[in-house]
């Protein structure tokens, strides 16, 4: 257990943050693909494969800690957002069974549409057009940003299936895979909620859901994210708001194991989902029990002095044992303490 955990100050986590940033924006290649993985500090030792959700998180990270720290966006960050954005946007396919009055846009990778991809897209996609200087600039978006969100929103509501989603395809034919993930249906709920307006369905699967106590079990932070977008919207009743967020909050501070495994990332999705319930509370006061609250803030700073032992230079190793550096091990501990500054500014 760290012994500190209050040393992480505001300062910390807003340095962390921009150097995250600015380490992501020198690992994006001239094509918008990152160096997906190399070894700590050495960005020529590289290691092989790619991951477009993960493509589309660290998007996302980027464009957030862009329009939330309120630092001067350099020219090369710019660029390498907007040549990321553009990577992901050629990897967008129209789905060959929509219907010819309703396109639809999906991510694919190897002939696959994965339900979570579609959400994390349209997260990056929602961010990036928050950032003025890219405005207009996005040129690799064949349909411009408006109906390229448009229609991956189409693909994400289409896959609505009774009380959850289907959650991966083929592309060529469409046929629905076996395939479920604990995690994509939290990230399409929040990508859809962050893009646009809901309609019957989707209110009606994420109260479902909530009331079900979904991702508790599986501590999710995507879940964490999807709640609490719900309840700011008010898309679910306030009451039920707080009995799903409660039930979450007591699933991971109950069951701690995860920081035994000794590794950065299990432990900072964690952390995400803490410090974004504790931002949620500090907007809608007397949501959440001031008990519950003090537990979730003490819980997350432990976390987060956790987190500091595989951190150095805005990279985030993979755990004891490990020099690896991955893109998505950026994307989740420095989000965390983008939340953090955020928290005690």
């Known amino acids: 257990m760290p012994a500190a955990p209050l040393a992480v100050t505001p300062t910390l986590s807003r340095d962390i943050v921009a150097a995250s940033l600015d380490h992501l924006a020198q690992i994006t290649l001239p094509g918008g693909r990152f160096i997906y993985a ?71 990778g190897k002939g696959m549409v994965k339900l979570g991809g579609i959400g994390l897209g349209l997260l990056a996609l929602a961010e990036v057009g928050r950032i003025v200087a890219l405005q207009g600039s996005l040129t690799d978006l064949p349909l411009g940003l408006d109906e390229t969100v448009a229609r991956l929103r189409r693909y994400a509501l289409d896959e609505i299936d009774g009380n959850d989603f289907r959650h ?5 034919t469409g046929e629905v895979t076996t395939f479920r993930s604990d995690y994509y249906t939290g990230e399409a709920i929040f990508g859809l909620l962050l893009t646009g307006s809901t309609d019957a369905d989707l209110t009606r699967v994420t109260t479902g859901l909530m009331r079900r106590g979904y991702g508790w079990a599986q501590q999710s932070h995507w879940m964490a994210y999807a709640a609490c977008e719900a309840v700011e919207r008010d898309l679910v009743p306030k009451t039920l708001g707080a009995t799903y967020l409660t039930g979450l909050m007591e699933a991971i501070l109950g069951d701690a194991l995860y920081r035994y495994r000794r590794q950065s990332t299990p432990i900072a999705c964690r952390t995400e989902a803490l410090t974004r319930v504790l931002l949620l509370a500090r ?14 803030r003490a819980h997350a700073a432990e976390n987060l002095s956790l987190q500091l032992d595989w951190y150095k230079e805005g990279q985030f190793r993979q755990g004891d044992g490990s020099q690896r550096v991955q893109i998505d091990y950026i994307q989740h501990n420095a989000t965390a303490f983008l939340h953090w500054a955020e928290l005690e500014s």
């Open 168 to 172: 991966k395809r083929v592309l060529a």
């Open 283 to 296: 907007r809608l006061p007397g949501l959440l029990s001031a008990d519950l609250l003090a537990r979730v």
């Open 38 to 108: 190399h070894e700590v500090g050495d960005t020529d030792q590289r290691h092989d494969g790619y991951n477009l959700l993960r493509h589309s998180g660290t998007l996302w990270f980027m464009a957030r800690a862009m329009n939330e720290t309120g630092a001067a966006p350099t020219d090369a960050t710019l660029d390498a957002i907007r040549r990321a954005t553009g990577f992901l946007g050629r990897k967008l396919e129209p789905a060959p069974w929509a219907r010819p009055d309703q396109p639809s846009l999906a991510l694919v």
